[in-house]
């Protein structure tokens, strides 16, 4: 769908940097580890699109992709890493509220859950910040090809439950595997179908 029409444009560390609102956005946010490069390089196609915001010292940037003409795809930087000092975490979460509160393009944002794990607290937090921003979030979830059926109804139902609990939270969630490819067809079809 996309594939072949997707640039990095830029990774921002403030929003002095942030290219001009003029196209659709949506942002993708996840766990570190959680699989957002994978998912990212699976949705556009580009094998190694989103390893840039993997490398050290690129892990606090917002970083920037154009699809097509008229839309941006947003890689937010992972959060909870395990050791992560705490004036790193604080200027990271000033960045986001300042971004989530302040762009009037951005549409939706995808969260991303492993699938073997469900929401986290640390989640649950990113959630509350997007009800407070007002920016409505769908849930993604990641590594499909790691659990059981069963297992995945049982992550299902955790996930509705705790969404049930977030005003800006979107109904409906994708199940993926960047692995197999599963759904990753589905989540194209959802950036591009956003106006
Ligand atoms: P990020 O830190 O969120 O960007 O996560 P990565 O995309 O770097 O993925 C973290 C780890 O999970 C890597 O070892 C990936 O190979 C693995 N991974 C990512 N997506 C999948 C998936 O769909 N299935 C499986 N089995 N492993 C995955």
């Given at each position: 769908l996309f594939a072949?029409?997707?640039?990095?444009?830029?990774?921002?560390v403030a929003m002095s940097g942030l290219p001009p609102d003029d196209r659709i956005?949506?942002?993708?946010?996840?766990?570190?580890?959680?699989?957002?490069s994978s998912l990212i390089n699976a949705v556009t196609g580009r094998k190694a699109l989103a390893r840039a915001s993997n490398t050290p010292g690129r892990t606090q940037e917002i970083n920037f992709f154009t699809v097509g003409d008229d839309r941006y795809l947003v890689d937010l930087p992972g959060y909870g890493y395990a050791n992560a000092p705490v004036n790193v975490v604080e200027k990271w979460q000033a960045l986001l509220?300042?971004?989530?509160s302040g762009r009037a393009s951005l549409r939706r944002a995808f969260v991303l859950i492993d699938s073997r794990h469900g929401i986290k607290p640390v989640d649950d937090e990113i959630m509350t910040l997007l009800d407070k921003s007002a920016v409505t979030f769908q849930v993604v979830l990641t590594k499909s090809d790691k659990i059981k059926p069963s297992q995945h109804d049982a992550v299902l139902d955790q996930v509705r439950e705790k969404l049930s609990k977030h005003p800006a939270a979107f109904p409906e969630l994708i199940s993926t595997s960047s692995e197999k490819g599963d759904g990753i067809a589905t989540?194209?079809?959802?950036?591009?179908?956003?106006?």
């Open positions: 072949g029409e997707v640039d990095f444009l830029k990774g921002v956005e949506v942002c993708f946010a996840g766990r570190s580890n959680v699989g957002k509220k300042q971004y989530l989540l194209r079809a959802v950036i591009a179908g956003i106006t």
